[in-house]
């Protein structure tokens, strides 16, 4: 039986962290303030002018387009579609090329920085049911790197749990104590379980912020599959030290340990798309950045002081907790005079992605819930523009989804032109036929193609940049297999694009109609589904794919939504093999720089993993009652 003198917690030192009214400002008294960035603004202007003016000019051919016979209210509904969602589209391009001219503009970091002051932060890793040597071997590969590293700052690990099921609180305590007899001395590491868990991950982090947050400068706060390297971790720890007025620094954490198609995928577009739109939105963010909720850094003090989140009122009258609260907690800080900061050059940052399309469909539905939400938050009391937009961007991602399937059955339902249509196939008087353009003369396929180039622009904006980035291209696998490598996450995109399409607008209406009740436990570890929950999951899409490719074959429906009609058709299949392992498939294909030279801080975690596991094994976990 593992024995451990040392307690499970240290002794409490309290700190207040007050409920914000969002209907009154609030300025914490302790803060800096904020002073105006006028590079800050320049990068904005490069990033939203750009976009707007783009979509002026879109608005004015599609003007062009239906206004021979006047416009009616249809060609109106058209138009505003097209061009809401071209803004976005427009948006992401022009953030992809700001980041691509900071790149380019990089200068080195000076040899020779002013050494900082010294910080007591304590390490979060709030857990829910997970697998406890899985978490507590990448929390013992981040402590045993922050030993060996050194530094000025003093580190402390709080496994913070919320676990409901007994036998899992068993070994997740079971895994602490095993965990405390390999750490070199010295090397502290806590564990505490609620016995209830109010309010989610908001009153987990909430309940320590109260009981021991007064004993420590800052927290950096982890996800259960958060992995970061003790260089990561101490660059985050310094840029807080050196900057009085900074609350809340967001690392940009890269995707590891995919080993299925879907999830391979995501991580080579996070990895090489990603290092563009990261340093393109870290540009015009400036010190109004986000918070993702985990692997950043907060400024304790500020935290408590500000962002404590109250209930919001439903339409019914009851209370609802802020569901998606990382978003909203940055708004506080910085409406309370603290900047909120994202720094993406920062490396060793990670994070997991779901195995498989429905292990992702499920915690879409989580994210959606939450940023919804935020709609009723937008106008709290003293938040800044910035801060608002963070929070309506949020929204408009799933938000978007349903405008695009509105666009597409449009489309569809006029099909080919005045003659060759749905509409008109079962009423050649149809009085809401709008004057669709034939889609054969030269110039308008010469917008549609510009507008499918403007989907791929910045995918190849994030390749030229890969280079200024400090990885080459032989760190991917060499030119020609990066290059099949890029191609096939091309055709994956494309083919699930349109069911991800769906499945958000599925989970922006369970969330309306009050379908989606609360958190799911998210599935790390992936799988196999049967074809039974396939076929249940993908009954719109295919469906919907199916009418499609009836359409297209009997001329009524554009040949421009073949596309999309496969990819909807075969959307059970596609899901299947999303889940698939690249081994099985005998394929090396979408690796990234942390597949072909496995950094050490992943190799440790999986030693430390295996190592925690054949412990525990070993010693079968008794309760504390045994």
Known sequence: MIRDTQPLTPPEQPLEMPEQDLSQAFSDRKAPGVRANLQT?????????????????????????????????????????????????????????????????????????????PLNVALLMPIYN??????????????????????????????????????????????????????????????????????????????????????????????????????????????????PSAGLIQSFPHLIGAQSVFARAQQFANSIYGEALAEGLARWSGQEG??????A??????????????????????????????????????????????????????EETPANLIDHIQRDRRWCQGNLQHLRILWTRGFHAMSRFHLFHGAMGYLLSPLWFCLLLIWALIGNGQDENVLTYFSEANPLMPTWPEFTEGRHVLVLLLMYAMLLAPKLLGVAAVPLTGLRYRDLGGGGRFSLSFLTEILLSVAYAPILMVQQMIAVFRTLFGIQKGWAVQQRDGGQYGWSTLAKCHALETVSGVALMVGILSGLVTLWLLPIAISLALAIPLSALSGLSLA???????????????????????????????????????????
Do not use: C
Not at 213 to 240: E, K, P
């Open 130 to 243: 997970e697998v406890p040597w899985y978490v507590l071997g990448n929390a013992s590969a981040m402590l045993e790197e922050l030993r060996d590293r050194g530094g000025v700052h003093d580190y402390t690990l709080f496994v913070l749990s919320d676990t409901r099921d007994d036998e899992i609180a068993a070994q997740e305590e079971a895994s602490v104590l095993a965990l405390r007899e390999t750490l070199s001395p010295g090397t502290r590491l806590y564990y505490r379980r609620r016995a209830q868990n109010t309010d989610r991950k908001v009153g987990n982090i909430a309940d320590w912020t109260r009981r021991w947050g007064g004993g420590y400068d800052a927290m950096l706060v982890l996800d259960a599959d958060s992995l970061m390297t003790g260089r990561a971790i101490a660059q985050l720890t310094d840029a807080l030290a050196r900057d």
């Open 41 to 117: 603004r320049l990068w904005r202007v490069l990033a939203f002018v750009p976009a707007f003016l783009a979509t002026v000019a879109l608005i004015g051919v599609m003007w062009n387009w239906f206004g021979e016979d006047g416009i009616g209210a249809l060609e109106a509904l058209l138009i505003g579609l097209i061009s809401f969602n071209f803004f976005w589209i427009s948006l992401t391009l022009s953030t992809v090329a700001s980041g691509f001219a900071a790149l380019m503009r990089r200068r080195p970091q000076p040899s020779r920085q002013t050494k900082p002051d």
């Open 584 to 626: 099985s498939l005998g394929t090396r294909h979408l690796g990234t720089a942390e597949v072909y030279r496995e950094p050490a801080i992943i190799k440790a975690a999986r030693h430390y993993r295996a190592q925690l596991k054949a412990a525990l094994d070993g010693d079968r976990v008794h309760t504390p009652a045994e």
């Open 297 to 350: 850094i907060l400024r304790t003090a500020a935290f408590a002081a500000s962002a404590g989140l109250p209930r919001l009122r439903t339409w019914s009258g009851r209370e609802a907790l802020i569901m998606s609260h990382d978003f909203v907690e940055a708004g506080l800080m910085r409406r309370a005079g603290w900047t909120v900061r994202f720094l993406p050059r920062i490396r060793g940052s990670y």
């Open 290 to 295: 986000n918070y993702w909720g985990h692997n």
